[in-house]
């Protein structure tokens, strides 16, 4: 049997991809197992989830850090106890650091709900309409 993918979640709101992947792993369409979910908000419903699920939760208040590099470090130790193989940015609102990105190289799966670099932010879908285009997507 082929080892299960460890993925570490990052989310910042309701965890609604949170809880597709979830569901793909019931149903045994990924053969993937989510050992660390780490959000920005301590109001990310995504919290409940995991609660919810028995996923192991880590908030990170990057006002509490000197640096953004200092807050990612902290992940960063925190994936490398968990072996976390790759990262899901589900919803996650902030911009990586190298050093994060770099340490996950080939790794690291981002859902945006708009294509990039045409629509990036927050209101990508809003932003999109707006422009009046004809069609857009995921990336």
């Given at each position: 049997m082929v080892r299960k993918v460890k993925l570490a979640i990052f989310a910042s709101?309701?965890?609604?991809?949170?809880q597709a992947l979830h569901d793909a792993i019931l149903q045994r369409q990924l053969n993937a197992e989510v050992v660390r979910l780490i959000v920005d908000?301590?109001?990310?419903?995504?919290?409940?989830?995991?609660?919810?699920?028995?996923?192991?939760?880590?908030?990170?208040?990057?006002?509490?850090y000197d640096t953004k590099i200092d807050a990612e470090q902290v992940i960063l130790d925190q994936l490398t106890q968990d072996e976390v193989d790759g990262i899901l940015l589900a919803g996650y609102m902030r911009i990586l650091t190298p050093k994060l990105i770099d340490a996950y190289a080939g790794k690291i799966v981002n859902l945006h709900p708009a294509l990039l670099p045409q629509f990036p932010g927050r209101h990508s879908i809003l932003d999109a309409y707006e422009a009046g285009v004809d069609e857009t997507g995921v990336t």
């Open positions: 709101g309701t965890g609604t991809n949170f908000k301590s109001s990310a419903g995504a919290l409940n989830l995991a609660k919810l699920f028995g996923v192991p939760a880590t908030f990170i208040k990057y006002s509490d």
